[in-house]
């Protein structure tokens, strides 16, 4: 079993930053990936980042390409995801999510989540 606590969200200024980070405890893993989704009421949830836990290969949703970036400590057993520039429709909740399996986009392929973090971008 594997317990994920996101933390780090709030209220900021289109144009701001945030840094949202996730703490995994538990089954540790040694060579599997963590993602990043968000999801809006009413919407699906989508998928935003993700890194593999050994050699940091990362990947981006195009939305948000050059403006967030994964990052994670292996030490720590926590990820984070700074976010920049961020824009009205950033908003959402962020959700953590753990995967056996290699970096993914799809909500599918995780097998854990953390409770989510909201994240509200004003105009």
């Known amino acids: 079993q594997v317990q994920l606590v996101e933390s780090g969200g709030g209220l900021v200024q289109a144009g701001g930053s945030l840094r949202v980070s996730c703490a995994a405890s538990?089954?540790?893993?040694?060579?599997?990936?963590m993602g990043w989704f968000r999801q809006v009421p009413g919407k699906e949830r989508e998928f935003v980042a993700a890194i593999s836990w050994n050699d940091g290969t990362t990947y981006y949703a195009e939305s948000v390409k050059g403006r967030f970036t994964i990052s994670r400590d292996n030490a720590k057993n926590m990820v984070y995801l700074q976010m920049n520039s961020l824009k009205p429709e950033d908003t959402a909740v962020y959700y953590c999510a753990a995967a056996y399996g290699g970096p993914s986009w799809l909500v599918g392929r995780y097998d854990y989540w953390g409770q989510g973090t909201q994240v509200t971008v004003s105009s």
């Open positions: 538990g089954r540790t893993f040694s060579s599997n990936a």
